[in-house]
C-alpha cells in the first residue's frame, strides 16, 4: 500500500521534473545577456533576445499588481472582519467562482470591457486582464491569515480603546503582512505564466514598450509566438524564454516560500 | 442582591446598575448592581459559567462586540453613564482598561510599540514623552528590570508571564482610573501568577482593580471586596475578609467551602 502511495507520489512529481530538464536542455544554449538586452532580430539574422517582451512582462505583472493587490487586499480584508453579512456570503462564494473562470474568459472580459471602448489592443488592457486573475488568490490567502489572528488579539486592541478600522488596519493586518505577501506572490507567480488572457489585451509587439496605451510584447505571448513559427532560430529563442519564465517563477515561489518559513506565525 | 447592604462605601468610582446583558436569547447576566469603590482590588467568583466575565465585559463595553450580544443598564463611571447616548465606547475604553485571560501582546510588535501603540493612536506624537511614557508604564507593571535592553525585541518573545506584564504595562500606558482583569494568572505558572498578584496590590494605589478569578485563595489574598456569582446572577457582594469567613448566603457558603463548583 505504501509503495502504492509513493509510486503515485513519483508519477505527480515525473512531469515537473521532466519538463523542467528538457526546458532547461533545450533553452540553456539561447540563454545569453543578448537575451535580456536586445530586441528580436528579424527572421533570418543571427542573435537578437527578447528583451521587450521580458520588460513588458515586468510592466504587466506591476500594473495587475497595482489593481489586484489593493482590490485582493481589501476583499479578503471585508470577508474576515465583516464577514457573516449576506453580502459578505455571496462575495465569498462569487471570490471561489472567479478563482476558476478559465483564464480565456477573462481575457475576452478584459477584451470587450477595454479593448473594444479603446479602440486598441494596450498594456492597460492586459494589466487588468491579469489583475482579475490575481484578486481570488490574494483576497483568499488574505482572510484565510487574517482569521488565524485570535479573537482575543483584536479584542486586546478595542479594549485599548483603539477603534475597530483601526484595530484591523495597524494591528490585525499589519500583523499578518508577512503572511499577506505570500499570497501576493503566489498570484504573481501564477499570473507571470499567464498567455490566453494576454493574446487579445495586450497582443504582443516586436518592439520595446512605448506607452500603456499601445500594444506590450509579453514573455508568453512571446514563446507562444515564437514556438508556432516556422523557423528554427525562433523556436531556440521560445525554449530559452520558457526556461527565463519557468525560473522566474520558480524563484518567486522559493523566496514566498523562505519568507513564509522565517516569520512563520507563532503558534497561539 | 441582599449582599451589598452592609458595606461602606466612601467612593465609588464604578457603578454597575442594573445590568442585564443577553447572548442572542439567552440572558447570561440577570439584573446586576455593584457598586466598587476607589483604589481598591475587586474580585469577581463564581464557578465557569456563572457570568463573571461577561459581567466585566460590560464594565468596559466589550460586551457588545460580540455578534448578537445585547446589555441593558447603567454603569455609571466618575457619576457618568457610560451607556449613556451619544457616549463613544472608544473613549470610554481609554479611560477603563483591561488585560484579558491569555497574554495577548500584539503580533510583530515590539516590546516598546506594544506599549506605545495605544498612546500613539490616541494622538500622542511627542516621542520624548512617549518613552517616558512607556518606561513608566512597564515599571508600573514591574517589567522594565527585564526588559529595558531588548525594548526593540518582539513583544511574543517574552515568557508569558513576563507576556502578562507587558500586557498590564500596554493597558496602564493610556492611563485608565479603572483596569479591569480577566483571570489574569489562569495561564501562568505559579512565580508568575505570584508576581502579577504582588503587582496588583502595589497597583491599588493608583489605579482601581476589578478582577475575575477561578482561584478563590487568589481572591482572598489580593483583594479587598469580593463578589460572588452564580447562573447570571449576584449571590454576595462584600468585604473579602467577612465573605470568606462568615458568608451570609448558604450557596456562598457551599462554594467556599467547596462543596460544588
Known amino acids: 500500500m505504501v509503495g502504492l502511495l509513493i509510486g503515485c507520489a513519483i508519477l505527480a512529481l515525473f512531469p515537473l521534473f521532466s519538463v523542467f530538464l528538457y526546458v532547461c536542455q533545450q533553452g540553456l544554449p539561447g540563454l545569453h545577456v543578448n537575451f535580456f538586452t536586445s530586441l528580436p532580430k528579424p527572421v533570418g539574422e543571427v542573435g537578437g533576445g527578447m528583451a521587450n517582451a521580458v520588460l513588458g512582462s515586468l510592466i504587466l505583472i506591476t500594473l495587475a499588481s497595482l489593481i489586484g493587490i489593493p482590490v485582493g487586499i481589501a476583499t479578503g480584508v471585508y470577508l474576515s472582519e465583516y464577514g457573516k453579512t449576506k453580502l459578505s456570503m455571496i462575495l465569498r462564494f462569487c471570490t471561489e467562482l472567479l478563482a476558476g473562470v478559465p483564464s480565456i474568459i477573462i481575457g475576452i472580459f478584459a477584451y470587450s470591457l477595454f479593448v473594444i471602448p479603446m479602440g486598441r489592443f494596450s498594456s492597460y488592457a492586459g494589466g487588468a486582464a491579469l489583475a482579475v486573475i490575481m484578486i481570488p488568490t490574494v483576497a483568499r490567502t488574505t482572510e484565510e491569515l487574517l482569521k488565524l489572528v485570535p479573537v482575543h488579539i483584536r479584542e486586546a486592541g478595542l479594549a485599548l480603546g483603539i477603534s475597530r478600522w483601526k484595530v484591523t488596519l495597524i494591528i490585525v493586518l499589519r500583523g499578518s503582512l508577512s503572511g499577506i505577501m505570500t499570497g501576493v506572490m503566489l498570484g504573481l507567480a501564477r499570473v507571470t505564466g499567464e498567455t490566453a488572457p494576454l493574446l487579445f489585451t495586450a497582443l504582443g509587439s516586436q518592439y520595446w514598450p512605448r506607452s500603456l496605451d499601445q500594444p506590450i510584447a509579453s514573455l508568453p505571448v512571446q514563446i507562444y509566438t515564437y514556438a508556432i513559427s516556422p523557423f528554427e532560430e525562433w523556436h531556440q529563442q521560445a525554449w530559452t524564454g520558457a526556461l527565463v519564465l519557468v525560473l522566474f517563477v520558480f524563484i518567486l515561489n522559493l523566496t514566498t516560500r523562505m519568507i513564509l518559513k522565517r516569520h512563520a506565525p507563532a503558534k497561539d | ?261
Open chain 2, 1 to 261: 442582591m441582599s449582599g451589598t447592604r452592609d458595606i461602606v462605601i466612601t467612593q465609588t468610582i464604578l457603578d454597575a446598575k442594573n445590568i442585564n446583558a443577553w447572548f442572542g436569547s439567552v440572558h447570561a447576566i440577570r439584573d446586576i448592581s455593584l457598586p466598587v469603590e476607589k483604589n481598591t482590588v475587586t474580585a469577581m467568583i463564581g464557578p465557569s459559567g456563572c457570568g463573571k466575565s461577561t459581567f466585566l465585559r460590560c464594565l468596559n463595553r466589550l460586551h457588545e462586540e460580540v455578534a448578537g450580544a445585547r446589555v441593558e443598564g447603567q454603569v455609571l463611571l466618575s457619576g457618568e453613564d457610560i451607556y449613556g447616548p451619544g457616549t463613544d465606547p472608544v473613549a470610554i475604553r481609554r479611560k477603563i482598561g483591561m488585560v484579558f485571560q491569555k497574554p495577548n501582546p500584539f503580533p510583530s510588535m515590539s516590546i516598546f510599540n506594544n506599549v506605545a501603540v495605544g498612546l500613539r493612536l490616541a494622538g500622542m506624537g511627542n516621542k520624548a514623552l512617549l518613552a517616558e511614557t512607556v518606561e513608566k508604564s512597564l515599571k508600573q507593571a514591574a517589567l522594565w528590570n527585564e526588559v529595558k535592553d531588548k525594548l526593540k525585541a518582539p513583544g511574543t518573545s517574552l515568557s508569558g508571564g513576563q507576556q502578562q506584564r507587558l500586557c498590564v504595562a500596554r493597558a496602564l500606558a493610556v492611563n485608565p482610573p479603572v483596569l479591569l482583569m480577566d483571570e489574569p494568572t489562569s495561564a501562568l505558572d505559579p512565580i508568575s501568577t505570584a508576581k502579577i498578584e504582588e503587582l496588583l496590590i502595589e497597583l491599588k494605589k493608583e489605579v482601581t482593580v476589578v478582577i475575575v478569578t477561578h482561584n478563590m485563595q487568589q481572591a482572598a489574598r489580593i483583594s479587598d471586596r469580593t463578589a460572588f456569582f452564580l447562573l447570571g446572577e449576584l449571590i454576595e457582594y462584600d468585604d473579602t475578609s467577612r465573605l470568606f469567613t462568615n458568608p451570609r448566603d448558604k450557596r456562598t457558603e457551599d462554594y467556599i467551602t467547596g462543596r460544588f463548583g
